[in-house]
Nanobody
Framework: QVQVAESGGGLVQAGESLRLSCAAS????????MGWFRQAPGMAREFVAR????????VYDDSVKGRFTISVDNAKNTVYLEMNSLKPEDTARYYC????????????????????WGQGTQVTVSS
């Protein structure tokens, strides 16, 4: 059984930082990638960033490029999302999920490409 668990969310003011963690357990991830998505109330789930387990290839959405950094610790089976210069529009529930394919391809933004999901962690940025 694969489990994915996010942590690190909270309430911060605009301009501050947070680091989210995504711990994967139940098997060894020696291929594929992990992605971060976010969903605000009444909105569709949207892609934020992804990183491959091997090689650490990264992809970011333009809205977070230069502010967010995704990284991986293979020894801990954990992926991190360092979020700096947070804005009120970053407010959402953040989810991480596994993509069984390492190469992003053309569908990396599609949540249906990802098979195992966590329960999410809430990030709220006040103005």
């Amino acid at each position: 059984q694969v489990q994915v668990a996010e942590s690190g969310g909270g309430l911060v003011q605009a301009g501050e930082s947070l680091r989210l963690s995504c711990a994967a357990s139940g098997r060894t991830f020696d291929s594929g990638a992990m992605g971060w998505f976010r969903q605000a109330p009444g909105m569709a789930r949207e892609f934020v960033a992804r990183i491959s387990w091997i090689g650490g290839m990264t992809v970011y959405d333009d809205s977070v490029k230069g502010r967010f950094t995704i990284s991986v610790d293979n020894a801990k089976n954990t992926v991190y999302l360092e979020m700096n210069s947070l804005k009120p529009e970053d407010t959402a529930r953040y989810y991480c999920a596994r993509d069984p394919e390492s190469w992003p391809g053309s569908r990396y933004r599609d949540p249906r490409k990802y098979d195992y999901w966590g329960q999410g962690t809430q990030v709220t940025v006040s103005s």
